[in-house]
């Protein structure tokens, strides 16, 4: 097949392409960052005379609704795979268009969309590239440069916390204070959409923008999502402070790390060159999924097992017969448990070496992006 990819400023679009090429597809990329969510009159200008050059499909990951408006209008396919929490496009009313074959790695997501009336939408786990990653050449000396008893890849979120604008009440800012709290202590259960009540929501959207109408995402919804990122930010602070505190502990993040003087703060890791060789030469990589993730396994845990790293990681439901703790991976359920189980695996590399090559077997015989893309194909009937 003729497929464009499209491409933006996200992660592993590279291996996207790289792994319809090794299928045998005939693949194009159009590569921009769209100015407007909901529509680019720009980008879509040149994206309908692109299409005319005639494609069987478009792909991307993540649904951008210029891309559906265009696609529907040419009458070609739009295959979206979303593989984060936070994916505001796909609430766009435009996901709707019949031209639309949408694929999450979230089941709770997938159940979401579908209430709100969604047909074409599917669930398809993340996928990793181990042809690049096998690529790579591990040396020994890198494990001076990349070797860490733990290290953790990700964004602490200093700057963002929306809910810090709000005005409340004494009470309901004690009781979201609250939600937020036990929250932080709940790492494989969702209580912000049950503790919400309805006042609470009606104080809060009225200090909000007023909802688009052109999306389906609710006040609710909007709410939740931006506790989910002060959860997020609050349980990442508190996890790797504890830790830091009994053990040695790496962070690749952006800026700065202030708040955390105990942890050794490594700058920005580049997807394609630094993070797999941190992954390979670290005894331990923490995933702390961020909670709009409600259920899904996030691509940090196919780019860690991808790589033959050992993982030690929070619950996600999604793992439930897929992902086995102890066999392809570590599972912690409080940050209790974490300190504890990061002592025995400290101790026992030989059981270190033995689960992250189970995980490594695992991620290239059953998510491997070459495996996943005909599953794809097949469940849209293309």
């Not at 004690?174 to 609470?200: C, D, H, M, R, W």
């Not at 912690?332 to 030989?350: A, N, Q, R």
């Amino acid at each position: 097949m003729k497929i464009l990819v499209y491409e933006w400023n996200g992660f592993c679009q590279k291996d996207l392409r790289a792994a319809l090429l090794e299928l045998g597809h005939r693949v194009e990329r159009i590569g921009y960052v769209v100015r407007e969510q909901c529509g680019d009159a720009f980008f879509e200008e040149k994206l309908a005379e692109r299409l005319k050059r005639g494609y069987d499909m478009v792909i991307s990951f993540n649904y951008y609704p210029s891309v559906g408006k265009c696609c529907h209008e040419a009458g070609i396919p739009y295959l979206s795979w979303i593989y984060d929490g936070d994916i505001h496009g796909i609430y766009h009313t435009s996901a709707f268009y019949d031209t639309n074959y949408i694929f999450t790695f979230d089941r709770a997501m997938l159940k979401r969309l579908k209430e709100k009336g969604l047909s074409q939408v599917w669930y398809l786990p993340l996928g990793v590239n181990t042809t690049r990653l096998d690529a790579i050449p591990y040396l020994p000396e890198e494990q001076k440069i990349f070797g860490a008893d733990i290290s953790f890849i990700g964004n602490l979120y200093r700057n963002k916390n929306s809910l810090d604008s709000i005005t409340l009440s004494d009470y309901d800012s004690g009781y979201l204070e609250a939600i937020l709290k036990a929250q932080v202590e709940i790492n494989f259960n969702s209580l912000l959409e049950e503790l919400l009540t309805p006042e609470l929501i009606q104080t809060i959207a009225a200090q909000m923008p007023e909802m688009d109408s052109r999306y389906t995402l609710t006040y609710a919804e909007s709410i939740r999502n931006l506790m989910a990122t002060a959860v997020t930010k609050r349980e990442r602070q508190e996890v790797l402070k504890q830790l830091s505190e009994h053990y040695e502990v790496s962070l690749y993040t952006f800026g700065e790390a202030k708040s955390l003087p105990k942890v050794k703060n490594c700058g920005i890791a580049s997807y394609f060159n630094t993070m797999p060789r941190i992954f390979k030469h670290s005894k331990i990589n923490l995933n702390m999924t961020h909670r709009m993730i409600f259920t899904g396994i996030p691509l940090r845990i196919m780019d860690v097992l991808g790589v033959g790293g050992f993982l030690m990681t929070d619950y996600q439901s999604d793992m439930e017969g897929v992902m086995l703790d102890g066999e392809h991976l570590a599972i912690y359920y409080s940050v209790e448990d974490l300190i504890e189980k990061v002592g025995f695996y400290l101790e026992h590399p030989e059981e270190r070496k033995r689960i992250a090559q189970n995980g490594y077997r695992l991620a290239r015989e059953e998510f491997a992006l070459t495996r996943l893309l005909p599953q794809m194909f097949t469940l849209a009937g293309i």
